[in-house]
């Protein structure tokens, strides 16, 4: 069975560009995760899908968002880009159902450098 | 607001020694804690899920325990080797926010 895919693996962008990054999640999981990991800040939650429904969502500004597939895929877009933004954007996928929490396996990540 | 804490941040030993890798949270109401390893620039992988009724997980030379009274896991690796050598991140979902929250991760290192 594949695993998680991110594609690209990595982005060069400059201050004020847009970006959109792809995660295809294993086959049969419905429930996309998305995490922000920087070396000052850690591992941060931005958002989930469900069944082509954001469930949840982390504290960033509305310049990050997402969208979900029917076919279970994910995108996730960060409009105006910031030299903060520079960071490793990992993507989980989960059975998801909703009355529990199941495993969530992690994609290679999207390393992105805003200059 | 789940908050997860990993100590130590860095851990060295040499090859053949046992790790014990210490995680602690602070909403012990939570579905499960999963522990995740991660090599360098890349993504993390699933190394053990407990649930919150269970008490500990075992694969291969990996054992966790979890201790929701006490807000506490803990990561044994037995006999380690220098293939081990990666950070070490748990992360708890919680019920209160129903998301994964992370750790900082240990960092080990393993000596031939």
């Known amino acids: 069975k594949a695993g998680v895919t991110q594609t690209p693996r990595y982005l060069i962008k400059t201050r004020g560009q847009q970006v959109t990054l792809s995660c295809s999640p294993i086959?049969?999981?419905?429930?996309v995760s998305w995490y922000q990991q920087t070396p000052g800040q850690g591992l941060q939650f931005l958002f989930e899908?469900?069944?082509?429904?954001?469930?949840n969502k982390g504290n960033f500004p509305g310049r990050f968002s997402g969208r979900q597939f029917s076919n279970s895929r994910s995108e996730m877009n960060v409009s105006t880009l910031e030299l903060g933004d520079s960071a490793l954007y990992l993507c989980?996928?989960?059975?998801?159902?909703?009355?529990?929490?199941?495993?969530?396996?992690f994609g290679p990540g999207t390393r992105l450098t805003v200059l | 607001k789940q908050e997860v804490t990993q100590i130590p941040a860095a851990l060295s030993v040499p090859e053949g020694e046992n790790l014990v890798l210490n995680c602690s949270f602070t909403?012990?109401?939570?579905?499960?804690l999963q522990w995740f390893r991660q090599d360098p620039g890349k993504g993390l992988t699933s190394l053990l899920l407990?649930?919150?009724?269970?008490r500990e997980q075992t694969s291969g030379r990996l054992n966790a325990s979890l201790d929701k009274s006490s807000g506490r896991s803990t990561l044994y690796i037995a006999a380690s080797q220098p293939g081990d050598s990666a950070t070490y991140l748990c992360?708890?979902?919680?019920?209160?926010?129903?998301?994964?929250?992370f750790g900082a991760g240990t960092t080990v290192t393993v000596r031939a």
């Open positions: 992360a708890a979902f919680a019920l209160n926010d129903y998301k994964l929250s």
């Open positions: 086959s049969g999981h419905r429930s």
């Open positions: 407990i649930q919150s009724s269970q």
């Open positions: 909403d012990s109401a939570i579905y499960n």
């Open positions: 899908y469900f069944s082509e429904t954001q469930r």
């Open positions: 989980a996928s989960s059975l998801g159902t909703s009355s529990s929490y199941n495993e969530q396996f």
